[in-house]
């Protein structure tokens, strides 16, 4: 079968960084996205790794290694604002979303 | 750019009533739409996917006469929920794509309907 694992919950400081990772296993890879929920609206797109390596975007940063069906997005510089769900989606070869359940990040001051 | 919208933001009705939610790319025109519902703490479930002029394609377990999809041009698509009943209360959400490399896989998200059945 196909599956998305991330942890379900972590905590974080205001001004650290955290990195929340996502593992797969899925029929085929056409790319891995990172999108950002926060409670009670829809996703926004974060990013989008289909080739190994780390992608830098301002404070967010997302790598994929296709080898180890391993990624991760490391969040610096936290802001209160960045309390959110983060969910991880694989493309599979089919073209099809596989989504992770989600981490849902809490940030302290 | 890549802007959905999604109307109305929130619906409550009565068991029985039909429900329709509208999305609207606004800068782009999507070669495909989905449909996601989700419930209170859980991921996201996909529906069905619409492609313009053509019948939607429904997950499993979706019953396709109870939940509606009309995807008329590149920039509408519908969702009707018909004979609504509470447990048919949840977060339904669209997402579209639009051409280009990267933009043709890339869902971006409509700000979502949260649709409570008396």
């Known amino acids: 079968g196909q599956n998305i694992d991330q942890p379900t919950e972590m905590t974080a400081t205001e001004g650290a960084i955290v990195q929340i990772n996502c593992t797969y296993q899925?029929?085929?890879?056409?790319?891995l996205f990172w999108y950002q929920q926060h409670a009670g609206e829809a996703p926004t797109f974060l990013s989008y790794n289909v080739l190994d390596g780390l992608e830098e975007k301002g404070r967010f940063s997302s790598f994929l290694s296709r080898s180890k069906g391993y990624s991760y997005l490391l969040l610096k510089e936290l802001q209160m604002k960045d309390s959110a769900s983060y969910l991880c989606a694989v493309m599979d070869s089919n073209y099809q979303l596989i989504w992770g359940a989600g981490t849902k990040l809490i940030i302290k001051p | 750019g890549a802007v959905v919208s999604q109307h109305p933001s929130r619906v409550i009705c009565k068991s029985g009533t039909s429900v329709k939610i509208e999305c609207r790319s606004l800068?782009?025109?999507?070669?495909?739409m989905f449909w996601y519902r989700q419930f209170p703490k859980q991921s996201l479930m996909l529906m069905a996917t619409?492609?313009?002029?053509?019948?939607?394609?429904?997950e499993q377990g979706v019953e396709k006469d109870k939940f509606l999809i009309n995807h008329a041009s590149l920039t509408l698509s519908t969702l009707t929920v018909t004979s609504a009943h509470p447990e048919d209360s949840s977060f339904y959400i669209c997402?579209?794509?639009?051409?280009?490399?990267?933009?043709?896989?890339?869902?971006?998200f409509g700000p979502g309907t949260r649709l409570t059945v008396l």
């Open positions: 800068d782009f025109q999507a070669t495909t």
């Open positions: 997402s579209a794509t639009s051409r280009g490399a990267v933009e043709a896989i890339t869902q971006y």
């Open positions: 619409s492609n313009e002029g053509s019948k939607a394609t429904y």
């Open positions: 899925t029929s085929g890879f056409n790319g």
